[in-house]
């Protein structure tokens, strides 16, 4: 049986209440009659022989491209740049996309006699990952034959000699990016596209560049003008990586792009309620719900998180393509939109979302109140094609304690952030221009990105970028059961419950306001018609 | 007439220190402190005169006292029985004259700069401090005319502050109260002018960064001294680290470029100078510190974020602290006292203006504290951080208040002496 679309629910009386994310808890709302209530798409059958769909891949390549063998030749210089711990959501169940490929990689770089062989993780400014994050990624087997020879490395977007400026776009913007790679004969990047966001040109213009060239997409002009990330022809942060993109590409740089898609089988059986509407919960996904839910409530909130973050999620491999970046993102995009997309008729005044304890920044971390807006702002108000799914001058209200607690070594310019701009300013535009710069070249934030696992001093900065389009777009923006000066402090207004929010809401949009839930994850793309 | 009088009593000065762990201030039921009735002080010769207490403050160093917290040190400067309260503003009931002869008729308002060095104590010749106008430091405080006492407020011959019976005060001390000055000003020129003489003898240079650790009364007193009597001259940037909300919207109106909590400034001086961090301490760090709490803790966190042959001034009243000197002989680090005030050297030639430049006509002391205090009070409106006011009788809420002031969202706690309503 063919797994159901996506579906856009008008809760009446009868419908029972509906489940919101609360971090690592949940809670369950019953909502106005009249809402909607969006869901995804139920899980795509995943391809029965990944493997052999990558090797197909591998010798099929889209757009204006060889063959990956025929690429190969001994004596050349080969780089392998791959997705970092941001993917995917939550981390899955071994073996990773990235080992599956990257295997099959060198397995035909090895056939090829190529000897000079690297692998990069495609940091941009993200934090280094573990090494048992890497061999989770990659596989034991590739480590262990690379790691130890110093070939496995990790981007460093602040080391100028393991850089190359190439030069400047038609509009000004720097290209520069990580040496190895770009003096490699050829770059092979695997990519896993969880969301139409991933991918395509910003794979390597983002993920192996320096602060140099990601100021030039990363602010909130840009972020403002991506409407939304999820839709690359309405994206300025995809316009402006096309044109890094072509850049690389003219100056002599031969990149072999690998895109995986994933189904949206996201949570294991245990929480097999997650991944069903709630009207066709039976008696085993309402124990489990009810019995989770009394489990959490008595577990201590670190231990919760603990237990969250070792979730190992088994979505599944749907699609694979390689070649050329345009041709292979272009097939990725419409792969990914089949999966998430759902059709929605019209924007509405409230839109509401459960935020989960996991974020692309926070894997095996604290989701920190700035990563909370981002979530909810950079991410869910972002998941739409056409226009936002609230209109404009609406409220958001999401679901989550976004508690005033930091991972102190994952994120160290979080909390400076969160203390000594947030407490004097919420605009990203002042914030750009007032404290950007100091925080970007701090030596300590440097060196702690350079040498420790912390997010680079400007990543924060990135993250409050991310929400500037939905900042510039809403009316207000409430949280259900944060911690309210925590919640104060990002500009938002706090809220007990949800029919206070609902309450507090009918003060921007007035007392009949039509509302829509975005129930996810799993992840959905909303296409607003 | 009624004072609060503290006395020498071992079991009550136990019990106040047992009780003063629930919270400073909490041991004045049982303590050493009682309400009684005292008379009028009277004046030993014609250069002392009587004035009325209107408002009088609690200071840190009163809790210290009254808590059983002060260290031994203080043990042979004090004289016991004393009437508290060395922060005063008063009416002068029969006039006088000021410290400067200038006379000042009855009824005058006036405020009492407490230090008793040699002169109140009649000691002839001055000892070199008080010769050189730095009677803060007068070595003299158990000797001369007076019972010891290193200032009114501690001394069995003045009186003080905490009464409706009044004190005497040494024409030295008498400072006259500007017209239009409210008592609420008035009362805050004293620590006013120990965070000015603090602050202006601290090594300050332009382009420096200045961390103030702690937001009372002084470390409030303090930020606005550095924003006027510093900043003007010797561009500086000023982090303050206070612990509560109101003292984090005080800081930032009377001057700080950035406040943050209390336990984040170390981590905005390193943000702010560029230094790494290393075991919790700065590579680099803030050149000057002022402590204004003056614990253990305040002094290990000024010494962790002061820069290497940086100053860390103790503005606030120390005991026995135990505190890891280690970083301070490994990083050449000063750290220097600051008590009271006197006469502030002049700065800078005249010609560059600034309050620092400008030195009186006729003086060979430089500029008196406290009249760069009286200034400064007006200018940065100082009188806003008064909070409460209590009459006499209720001296035990009026103490617990102090002892939680920042906690309970106040600065500085005072006794009213205006009102007779509710007096003894």
Known sequence: MSPRPGFVLEVDRSTPPTLFWHGERFTLEKLPEGSRVVYAPEPRQPLADPVGAIRHALDHPHGDSAPLRDLLRPGMRLTIAFDDISLPLPPMERPDIRQMVIEEVLDRAASAGVDDVELIVALALHRRMTEAELRHAIGDRVYDAFAPNGLLTQHDAEDPAALVHLGRTEQGEDVEINRRAAESDLLVYVNINLVAMDGGHKSVATGLASYRSLRHHHNPETMRRSRSFMDQHHSELHSSNWRMGRLIAASGIRVFQIETTLNTDTFPHQFGFLQKREWEWGTKDRLGYLGLSQVLDRTPPRLARQVFHSIRAPHRMTSVQAGEVEAVHAVTTAEVWRQQGVAVEGQTDILTMGLPYISPYNVNSILNPILVACLGLGYFFNLYRGKPLVREGGVVIMSHPTPWEFHPVHHPSYIDFFEQVLSQTTDPVEIAKTYEESFATDPWYVHLYRTGHAYHGVHPFYMWYWCAHALSHLGAVIVVGGHAPAVRRLGFRPASSMADALEMASDVVGRSPTLTHLHAPPILMADVQ | ?424
């Open chain 2, 1 to 424: 007439m009624k004072a609060l009088l503290f006395e020498r009593n071992l079991p009550r000065f136990a019990a106040s220190r047992l009780l003063s762990t629930i919270g400073s201030g909490r041991g004045a039921a049982v303590g050493p402190l009682r309400l009684t009735d005292v008379d009028t002080p009277i004046p030993p010769d014609l250069d002392w005169h009587v004035l009325r207490p209107t408002l009088s403050g609690i200071c840190g160093s009163d809790l210290a006292t009254i808590d059983g917290r002060t260290s031994r040190y203080f043990e042979d400067i004090v004289s016991f029985p004393f009437v508290p309260g060395h922060e005063v503003v008063g009416v002068l009931d029969g006039g006088g004259e000021d410290h400067a002869g200038t006379p000042l008729p009855p009824g005058s308002r006036a405020v009492v700069e407490p230090v008793l060095g040699c002169r109140p104590r009649s000691i002839v010749p001055e000892c070199p401090d008080c010769a050189a106008g730095d009677h803060g430091l007068c070595g003299n405080t158990a000797f001369g005319t007076l019972p010891p006492g290193l200032q009114t407020g501690f001394c069995q011959g003045t009186g003080g502050g905490w009464s409706t019976a009044g004190l005497v005060a040494h024409r030295s001390q008498i400072h006259a109260v500007p017209p239009g000055m409210t008592d609420e000003a008035a009362v805050m020129i004293e620590p006013t002018a120990c965070a000015v003489h603090a602050v202006l003898s601290a090594p300050i240079q332009a382009g420096d960064t200045v961390a103030v650790i702690g937001a009372g009364t002084l470390g409030l007193a303090a930020v606005a001294a550095l924003h006027h009597l510093v900043a003007p001259e010797t561009p500086c940037t000023l982090l303050v680290g206070a612990r509560y909300d109101h003292q984090r919207r005080l800081a930032g109106d009377l001057g700080a470029d950035v406040v943050v909590p209390a336990d984040h400034l170390a981590r905005a001086v390193r943000r702010h100078t560029g230094s790494l961090s290393l075991g919790g301490r700065l590579t680099g760090g803030a050149d000057v510190v002022f402590d204004c709490v003056g614990s253990a803790a305040s002094l290990d966190q000024s010494l962790s974020m002061v820069r290497p042959r940086g100053t860390v001034v103790l503005m606030g009243m120390p005991g026995r602290l135990k505190v890891d000197l280690a970083v301070l002989w490994h990083r050449e680090i000063r750290l220097v006292g600051a008590y009271a005030y006197g006469h502030e050297p002049a700065g800078s030639p005249p010609e560059q203006g600034g309050p620092r430049a400008r030195r009186p006509e006729g003086t060979t002391h430089g500029i008196r504290t406290f009249d760069l205090a009286i200034d400064l009070v007006e200018r940065a409106d100082l009188g806003r951080l008064v909070s409460a006011a209590y009459p006499l009788d209720r001296f035990e809420e009026a103490l617990a208040h102090a002892g939680a002031a920042g906690r309970r969202g106040a600065v500085k706690v005072t006794f009213d002496l205006r009102s007779r309503k509710g007096q003894p």
